[in-house]
């Protein structure tokens, strides 16, 4: 994880204004993914400099942590989110989180292919959300899209995606899986701890 949190802290103070951050048109899709009612908790694995927290507030979860490798992507969450009350920030590698916290939600976003040991995290997301607590994998573009993107530009911190069919199945174990979406313009599964 050393190699992708150095990749990401070397972009940090360009990312938002890369295009790599903005609002997307799926945002909400993840969004209804994740069912947060008013007062959930939610924990977004990979949050970079924040783009899903605005979406997290507006739903009016009661406690959003938000957590990346990346010390200077949480540095630049922390800025424009840092005065939230129900906002905490944390730069620490997913896999090394306190399991004493159970949350309502955790979330995925753009982030998943960064993520080299899957068992390891989902085992880890198991721990971490609460039973009939709900994970979301999601992507702002397709599965060929990303793929192309990763093996230009981020060959070395990132694996490639499956089919979300695929992919999916190594957390069908643990969760009930209840969405699976691979489609050229929005990747996502989802699924409820029993």
């Known amino acids: 994880m050393d190699e992708v949190a150095a990749y990401f802290n070397e972009r940090a103070g360009k990312w938002d204004e890369s295009g790599c951050s903005g609002e997307s048109r799926v945002q909400g899709a993840v969004l209804s993914l994740v069912d947060l ?102 992507h702002g573009s397709g599965r060929d899209v990303i793929n192309r993107h990763h093996e230009a530009v981020a060959a070395g911190v990132s694996c490639g995606l499956r089919a979300a069919s695929e992919e999916s199945a190594l957390w069908a174990d643990k969760f009930e899986i209840e969405a699976l979406v691979d489609t050229p313009g929005f990747y996502a599964f989802s699924g409820v701890r029993r």
């Open 37 to 138: 009612k008013p007062g959930d908790s939610v924990l977004d694995l990979g949050c970079g400099t924040g783009v899903m927290i605005p979406f997290y507030l507006a739903s009016q979860a009661g406690k959003i942590v938000a957590v990346d490798v990346s010390e200077k992507m949480v540095e630049r969450a922390r800025e424009k989110f840092g005065n939230e009350p129900s906002v905490e920030l944390r730069a620490s590698d997913a896999l090394s989180l306190d399991e004493g916290e159970r949350f309502d939600a955790v979330v995925i976003y753009n982030a998943y292919p960064h993520f080299f040991e899957k068992a390891a995290l989902v085992e880890k997301v198991y721990r971490l959300v609460k039973t009939d607590g709900r994970f979301v994998v999601a």
